[in-house]
Nanobody, 118 residues
Framework: QVQLVESGGGLVQSGGSLRLSCAAS????????RGWYRQAPGKEREWVAR???????LYEDSVKGRFTVSRDNTRDTVYLQMNSLNPGDTAVYYC????????????WGQGTQVTVSS
């Protein structure tokens, strides 16, 4: 069973930066995608970014150029570096490990709060 533990959330002023981490433990079967989602108050959870085993990255349009997703293969940890944060980025951020095209392989972290003040 995969367990994902997130860290790095907090309160930051507009224009500031935060770095989220998500460390995996346990047996990890056939994972080929690691990434991040977020859920703002009163809104549905939305996809933010992902990185594949081959290192390819994709980003939601509103975070392109500001957020960077990366991974440490030796520790099976995924990161989200968030720069130029604005109040619209305020949300609970969830890491996600899965297999592209297979919704049955899907693991979530517990979520970490990111609050950006204006």
């Amino acid at each position: 069973q995969v367990q994902l533990v997130e860290s790095g959330g907090g309160l930051v002023q507009s224009g500031g930066s935060l770095r989220l981490s998500c460390a995996a433990s346990g047996s990890i079967p056939s994972i080929n995608s690691r990434g991040w989602y977020r859920q703002a108050p009163g809104k549905e959870r939305e996809w933010v970014a992902r990185i594949t085993n081959g290192g390819s990255t994709l980003y939601e349009d509103s975070v392109k150029g500001r957020f960077t997703v990366s991974r440490d293969n030796t520790r099976d940890t995924v990161y989200l570096q968030m720069n130029s944060l604005n109040p619209g980025d305020t949300a609970v951020y969830y890491c996600h490990y899965g297999r592209i095209g297979d919704p049955l392989v899907s693991y979530w972290g517990q979520g970490t709060q990111v609050t950006v003040s204006s």
